[in-house]
């Protein structure tokens, strides 16, 4: 009777402790879950903090001056920025050249351009008026990062 209630004991120990592990297993899986979840989306927002330096300026007017300060604060990016002003024939590049095919970029090279053309009232196509209105515009590579802005006076 005592070597019974003893496989009984044992028996419901292991039973006990197969239950136990499960649950903790289930529990472990729906936390790493949540985990990825969360992981996930502190990433989009993190993308889209470091993004919204550059978009600020889609689909928005800002002035002349805002235009040579964004040319000026991007100088050291990995971003093209186009001008394109009233009177001037085609857009500027400024830091990069950008090869944009349906909206989004598909080829960034470096390029000399000197940022301080932009205040040469001589130039038509490089002179930016201070007070001029222009619309921005952002665009983005193949991988989903910002690569190009384009200014076009209005």
């Known amino acids: 009777m005592e070597n019974a209630t003893k496989?009984?004991?044992?028996?419901?120990?292991?039973?006990?402790?197969i239950a136990i592990v499960t649950i903790g297993f289930l529990i472990f899986r729906a936390g790493g879950d949540a985990a990825k979840s969360s992981v996930e989306k502190f990433n989009q927002l993190t993308n889209q903090l470091n993004d919204s330096e550059y978009t600020v300026y889609d689909s928005k007017s800002i002035s002349g001056?805002?235009?040579?300060?964004?040319?000026?604060?991007?100088?050291?990016?990995?971003v093209g920025i186009s001008v394109k002003t009233s009177g001037g024939s085609s857009a500027i590049w400024y830091n990069n050249t950008a090869t944009i095919v349906s909206d989004t970029v598909e080829t960034l090279t470096k390029n000399n351009r000197d940022v301080n053309e932009m205040y040469d009232e001589l130039k038509a196509d490089t002179y930016v008026n201070p007070n001029g209105e222009f619309e921005g515009k952002v665009y983005r590579d193949k991988n989903g990062r910002i690569a190009a802005i384009s200014f076009t006076q209005k």
Do not use: G, R
Not at 7 to 17: G, W
Not at 65 to 78: G, P, R, W
């Open 7 to 17: 496989a009984i004991v044992i028996a419901a120990s292991v039973i006990i402790t």
């Open 65 to 78: 001056s805002e235009v040579v300060n964004a040319v000026k604060k991007f100088t050291k990016d990995n």
